[in-house]
């Protein structure tokens, strides 16, 4: 289920927004962390900390929960962001990290 060089610190929204802090592209901070992914500091390379799937290259056209589900289509966690659309991104994460 989940990657495994996770960092638990990551499984919290607020920690996975953290490292976006030199982010440079088009999808907005929040709503990357909120897809489970942190930033990779290269490029425009970011992982999902569930999955670990890496994502880059980005379009600003792309969504990236759409764009997670593209990748990994059996993680955990982007699917229950996909079929839960009222538990979805700091709520859900906010769950997880005082779960």
């Not at 901070?29 to 909120?34: E, F, G």
């Amino acid at each position: 289920m989940c990657g495994e060089d996770v960092e638990p610190d990551n499984f919290c929204f607020d920690k996975r927004l953290l490292s976006y802090q030199s982010w440079k592209g088009a999808q907005s901070p929040k709503s990357l962390a909120s897809a489970g992914f942190v930033y990779t500091q290269v490029g425009d390379t970011v992982k999902c900390i569930f999955c670990n799937v890496r994502i880059n290259k980005w379009k600003s056209s792309d969504v990236p929960l759409d764009e997670h589900l593209r990748w990994s289509k059996d993680c955990v966690y982007a699917v229950l962001l996909q079929r839960k659309p009222t538990c979805r991104g700091e709520v859900n994460a906010t769950f997880i990290c005082n779960y």
